[in-house]
């Protein structure tokens, strides 16, 4: 599916992992936004829409993403 991406705001600093978990494995759903950057998520990843937080196998074309 196609998902239109604008206006997203992203944290540019590196965030510290403390935990990882191993839940097998799972469908890997890619992103690009309007300038050409890719982002890769699990369809139970959540992100904020124009319209709410939605889960990345949930959006359409017609979803606004605001932030990753």
Do not use: M
Request: hydrophobic share 35%; proline share 1%; glycine share 8%.
């Amino acid at each position: 599916r196609d998902v239109a991406v604008t206006g997203v705001q992203t944290c540019a600093l590196p965030i510290l992992i403390t935990n990882l978990f191993v839940n097998g494995f799972a469908e890997v759903y890619e992103i690009e936004d309007e300038s050409g950057r890719k982002y890769r998520f699990t369809g139970n990843h959540q992100l904020k829409t124009d319209s709410g937080w939605k889960r990345v196998d949930q959006l359409t074309v017609d979803d606004n993403i605001i932030e990753f």
